[in-house]
């Protein structure tokens, strides 16, 4: 498995695929080309099999100008508990070091919030929902 840097527009497939259940709207992310935001792609045999997207943005009862926002963090069906997020997690955590970023946070689904505890995020603020897509807990980690 490679992981590596890659563009927003990478990204879309596994969007659609995994995170909007094969519906093409609201793929693309505010923040998504701006000249901070940065993207990571998994790839197995050349083929994307995870991808995730780090936008800086605060958050308010994270009080650091320097936060960055995890968005759209989504792994190929067939590749999922199998590290590759955890891996991706561990690549992009040495990037927004060498940004200076002390604290990374997203808004993580119900289903994913004990993915997040096992590498060392916690929850703040009570859950919310998004319609369509369902329960959300924001987690943060300490870099």
């Known amino acids: 498995m490679i992981i590596k840097e890659i563009q927003a527009a990478e990204t879309y497939a596994l969007r ?4 909007r259940n094969g519906i093409s709207k609201n793929y693309k992310f505010e923040g998504d080309n701006d000249k901070s935001s940065f993207h990571i792609g998994a790839y197995y045999k050349n083929k994307p099999i995870g991808i995730c997207t780090f936008i800086k943005r605060t958050y308010p009862s994270i009080h650091n100008k320097h936060a960055y926002q995890l968005r759209g963090m989504a792994v190929h069906p067939e ?11 561990r ?13 990374l946070w997203c808004n993580a689904r119900e289903v994913a919030v004990g993915f997040y505890k096992r590498i060392g995020f916690q929850c703040i603020d009570k859950p919310f929902n998004i319609p369509g897509i369902g329960l959300h807990y924001v987690m943060y980690k300490k870099l």
């Open 16 to 19: 659609i695929e995994v995170l």
């Open 79 to 89: 590749h999922q508990k199998k590290g590759v997020g955890k891996k991706m997690i």
């Open 91 to 103: 690549y992009s955590i040495e990037l927004l070091l060498s940004k200076d970023c002390p604290i």
